[in-house]
């Protein structure tokens, strides 16, 4: 079988590439063999500002301007909503906090998304020595129910093959990549962590930073907004909230952990002062890059073989823009950001 491209993980850059060559009628295949589970345990919150220190999510902007409209795509495409809209609410730690919030007004990429009124109002539920800062044009996208629907769309279509790929049954031939008994143009691999096990792309600075959450059932919790303090509260409906998230350098595993849950138990009780009920915890490994930079572009000898990588802990605004990116590069050669290319880690 000869086919245009081959892609290699369907997490939410791999997904992003695929909306890609289907609106451009290109024939494809995907692999997936569930060793990774990012996409499928994200909070799926894109907020436009980091709250940490008040500074601008990078070209925020921009990003913006294409996820939100891809998404509204997807759920027309498949008549489910997986935008939840919402505001998102700063607890400040301290008046240094709150001041620093009231600063970040002279920053053009930040301003536009703080409001200026503070929330004082009390919250069932909610420890009441905080007031809060109000984030706008945030929300959630469910990334579980957007990757599960997407995958039983590809399987409809037989556009997927649950199965690892491996990188030792690849050859080349001419102009093209032989993979098994397929022939392709390319091989496009997003395989967030799975990356190490890539023997082309495995020298890219990839780091895994674990991250795991816990839901819990609060009925005495009352809250249509994201609770943001030393962790995030998240409403999912019917007194459930997600809670999150973790970061851990050292652990390579996507299992759960009592460390991981502890640790997110210690910091909700700051937080929250009505009983809660830990129903299910997750955790996934995020495809991270010291510079903070995904890693997009073509391998500097295999010229089919490309990569798709290092969405770091912001995969729902950056997927949609970079893969975008990635595709007009392959196919009509429209420059990478340079930001984003791999030929930043080439050797001088
Ligand atoms: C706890 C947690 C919370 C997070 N919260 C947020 C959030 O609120 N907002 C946000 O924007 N981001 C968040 N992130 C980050 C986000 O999840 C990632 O940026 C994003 O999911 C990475 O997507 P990906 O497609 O690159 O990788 P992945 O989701 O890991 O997808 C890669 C896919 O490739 C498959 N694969 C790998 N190797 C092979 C192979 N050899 N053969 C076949 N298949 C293969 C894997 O099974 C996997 O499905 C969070 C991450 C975690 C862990």
Not at 40 to 65: F, H, M
Not at 193 to 217: A, D, Q, R, S
Request: proline residues 5%.
């Amino acid at each position: 079988m000869k086919l245009d491209y081959i892609v290699v993980g369907l997490g939410l850059a791999g997904l992003a590439f695929i909306e890609e060559l289907i609106a451009a009628n290109k024939s494809f295949l995907v692999y997936e063999d569930n060793s990774q589970t990012s996409s499928l345990v994200a909070g799926g919150v894109y907020n436009p500002v980091i709250l940490k220190r008040y500074s601008p999510v990078w070209n925020v902007k921009e990003q913006l301007a294409v996820a939100l409209p891809f998404y509204e795509r997807l759920e027309k495409k498949f008549d489910t909503t997986f935008d939840h809209k919402f505001a998102i609410k700063k607890a400040f730690k301290s008046i240094q906090d709150q001041n620093n919030w009231f600063s970040a007004f002279d920053k053009p990429n930040v301003a536009p998304f703080l409001d200026a009124t503070l929330d004082n109002q009390p919250y069932a539920g909610v420890i009441g020595d905080h007031s809060f800062g109000n984030v706008k044009e945030g929300g959630r996208i469910d990334t579980h129910l957007l990757v599960e629907t997407y995958r039983n769309y590809l399987e409809e279509n037989r556009w997927i093959r649950f199965e690892k790929f491996n990188h030792k049954d690849i050859s080349f031939e001419n102009d093209t990549v032989r993979y098994q008994a397929l022939e392709a143009s390319k091989i496009v691999f997003s395989e967030g962590f799975g990356l190490k096990e890539n023997p082309y792309f495995n020298y890219l600075p990839l780091e895994e930073v674990k991250g795991e959450t816990i839901t819990i059932y609060a009925p005495g919790l009352d809250i249509d907004f994201l609770l943001k303090s030393t962790l995030f509260v998240m409403p999912i409906g019917n007194h459930l909230y997600k809670v999150g998230a973790t970061f851990n350098h050292a652990d390579k595993t996507s299992v759960p952990s009592t460390e991981g849950r502890d640790e997110l138990v210690d910091k909700l009780k700051k937080v929250l002062d009505t009983p809660f009920q830990i129903v299910a915890q997750a955790a996934g490994i995020r495809p991270a890059v010291k510079d903070r930079r995904p890693m997009v572009g073509i391998h500097t000898q295999f010229k089919n073989l490309v990569v798709l990588n290092g969405l770091g802990t912001r995969g729902v605004m950056i997927s949609p823009t970079i893969a975008k990116n990635l595709f007009h590069h392959l196919e009509v050669g429209e420059p990478l950001d340079p930001e984003i290319d791999i030929k930043r880690f080439d050797k001088k």
